[in-house]
């Protein structure tokens, strides 16, 4: 069998060459003739070419941007192009001919963001805005500079069916969502991000594709039967004919990054990509994303979503990893969660213990190894050592809300101190931080599962299947109907909330915390020491560095609490009280500019932190 060379990236899909002549191509090994049927005024049926490794090639000409087709197979079925660029009326019509050349960027001076020290933002393009578009997005830019994150991270916008959906039931990778506006419009919100200094990231779904609209195998031997994922047959990364298979989901990657010009990529739920070969499909996909890192001479990054705990992930090449550059840490969520809430169900019986939390923040993640009460096996393997700026953490993003029965965010399961308290631990934490949409002002929207198939058995199955995934955490509320429209309206944002209290004071609680975090430094680059008060529900948090030595008192407790401070003698000035009456808290005493002796007690009220800073005259 003859062994495909790295296909050219501009030869996937219809690509837009000299004069109006276009250029077809398509991986359809299973096929004995493929043709391209051109659609409207200047329709015209093209045979193609068959090539090595069953890739079928033509060039046509007289053709024009807008112009629609479709591929037939064997002379008998009509399908969209696998990498369709548009898809302007949904996953079972036309794809249509897209000159991404035509843009006129603005963003030539870009040079992205180093990882260490951004701060991220994920939001869902159709609930983020009353308008459901990227268009909409550029016109809350400002807030979100104002707020002072660094990069917003969209959930997937690849094209999925109907005009309602997380973007995980995706089915043209390469096609953004025409609801959304499509891909002029995607191109014009990234350059507008990066005018106003913020970087893009974009989330990806490498680990399966969703049914409806998936005309993948009749192509090729996309997915394979050695594996078996949660959303059906694995892609097939390691199985006969993969070579090519690996390559359209690399080209995919870098199609974003180049095209589009994003900053980072999310890879969603990489423990659902099975790869056996003696090089993983990530590992080669980090090695051309650096390439072409290094080509553009700007920063780019992918952060992998994982519930593996495996440091192979993070690990460079030469100790056996992947060398991604970080990776979602959901042990610090689940922990820092189950302090807040008492939550005990589900995967929440893993955790709930200061010391929990204490430990994720020392090394990574909690589970190295031990014994995991909720799989019912020994999980992970030790992330000591490993840089901090390689784990993206958070108190809420869109699996944790979006994945309980009613969808609640956190404003509906704690107190307003809660809320201060998760945003303290998460914003002040050795780690990278992301934000969930909304959070910064305490939304109550919840954030329900929301679909728009057009299959009728499928709009049941997936019915049936959220009843059946909310078993485990005993939920008993009746599951809202993710096909209803009302599903998808209720989990819009309110952002008329940020103007009214308590909301408004919220937001600036955030913004206060991010600042200091850019002024005192906190963040991957620091030297954080734990102390796990497990007696009194406290975690202190010790940073030193040349210029300055600061603490932190997180107390997760529910009544009043009066203690020792567990720090060094000396004076420490209070930067920072969560529960000060200008956050609407019950403090009045212990307010920003006092100044604390470590040798008397302090008063903690319930679910409240102190940041604190040692004088200057007596640092070590």
């Known amino acids: 069998m003859d062994v495909p060379a790295k296909i050219d990236e501009r030869m996937i899909g219809a690509i837009p060459r000299a004069g109006a002549s276009w250029h077809f191509s398509v991986w359809a090994p299973k096929r004995q003739s493929v043709a391209v049927h051109v659609l409207g005024d200047n329709e015209q049926m093209v045979r193609m070419e068959k090539a090595d490794c069953g890739y079928y090639h033509a060039t046509l000409r007289n053709l024009a941007t807008g112009d629609r087709y479709l591929y037939r197979l064997d002379d008998e079925h009509e399908r969209p192009d696998p990498a369709s660029r548009f898809q302007p009326d949904g996953v079972h019509g036309p794809s249509q001919l897209v000159d991404l050349r035509a843009f006129e960027w603005s963003d030539s001076n870009w040079k992205g963001r180093p990882l260490g020290s951004s701060i991220f933002y994920e939001l869902h393009v159709g609930t983020y805005t009353r308008e459901g578009t990227f268009e909409a997005i550029i016109e809350r830019l400002p807030e979100l500079v104002d707020l002072g994150v660094t990069t917003i991270e969209l959930m997937p916008v690849a094209q999925f069916p109907g005009s309602r959906n997380w973007g995980y039931d995706g089915v043209y990778l390469f096609a953004p969502q025409n609801s959304y506006g499509g891909p002029y419009a995607l191109q014009r919100l990234v350059d507008a991000a990066h005018a106003h200094g913020l970087a893009m990231a974009l989330d990806v779904v490498y680990n399966h594709l969703g049914p409806e609209g998936n005309y993948l195998a009749e192509y090729g031997s996309y997915f394979t039967e050695k594996y078996r994922t949660p959303w059906g047959k694995a892609l097939n990364f390691d199985d006969a004919q993969s070579d090519s298979v690996r390559r359209f989901f690399i080209e995919n990657a870098l199609y974003w990054l180049k095209e589009f010009h994003f900053d980072a990529l999310r890879l969603d739920a990489i423990h659902g990509i099975f790869d056996f070969s003696a090089r993983h499909v990530l590992a080669e996909l980090q090695n051309e994303v650096r390439t072409l890192a290094t080509r553009l001479g700007r920063e780019i990054h992918l952060i992998a979503e994982s519930d593996l705990n495996d440091a192979r992930i993070l690990l460079p090449h030469e100790k056996g990893g992947y060398d991604l550059p970080a990776q979602w840490s959901d042990d610090f969520h689940h922990s820092l969660h189950t302090l807040l809430t008492k939550e005990q169900t589900g995967y929440y019986g893993d955790f709930g213990r200061v010391h929990h939390l204490a430990t994720v923040i020392k090394d990574g993640w909690f589970y190295g190894g031990q014994f995991s009460k909720y799989r019912q096996r020994r999980h992970g393997n030790s992330a000591s050592g490993i840089a901090k700026s390689h784990f993206v953490v958070c108190s809420q993003n869109h699996d944790q809300v979006g994945n309980r029965a009613l969808g609640e965010r956190l404003s509906q399961l704690v107190s307003f101190e809660g809320q201060k308290l998760a945003a303290g631990v998460t914003l002040l934490s050795p780690f990278v931080p992301l934000l969930f949409m909304g959070e910064e002002y305490g939304e109550t929207s919840p954030f329900l599962y929301f679909t728009s198939h057009g299959d009728k058995d499928l709009i049941e199955a997936v019915r049936r299947g959220r009843r059946e995934e909310f078993a485990s955490f005993g939920w008993k509320h009746e599951t809202p109907d993710p096909q209803a429209m009302a599903t998808f309206e209720t989990s819009a944002l309110k952002h008329e909330l940020e103007k009214r209290e308590p909301h408004r004071t919220l937001r600036t609680f955030y913004k206060k915390l991010i600042e200091l975090r850019n002024v005192c430094h906190f963040g991957p680059d620091s030297n954080v020491e734990t102390i796990a008060d497990e007696d009194h529900e406290c975690l202190w948090l010790l940073w030193t560095s040349d210029s300055s030595t600061l603490a932190a008192v997180f107390f997760f407790g529910r009544i009043e609490l009066k203690t020792e401070m567990a720090l060094q003698p000396g004076r ?40 604190l800073e040692r004088a200057a005259t007596e640092r070590i």
């Open 572 to 611: 420490w000035l209070i930067k920072l009280s969560s529960a000060e009456s200008k956050w609407l808290g019950p403090e009045r005493k212990l307010r920003e500019g006092v100044v604390l002796n470590p040798t008397s007690q302090i008063t903690l009220s319930p679910q409240s932190f102190l940041l």
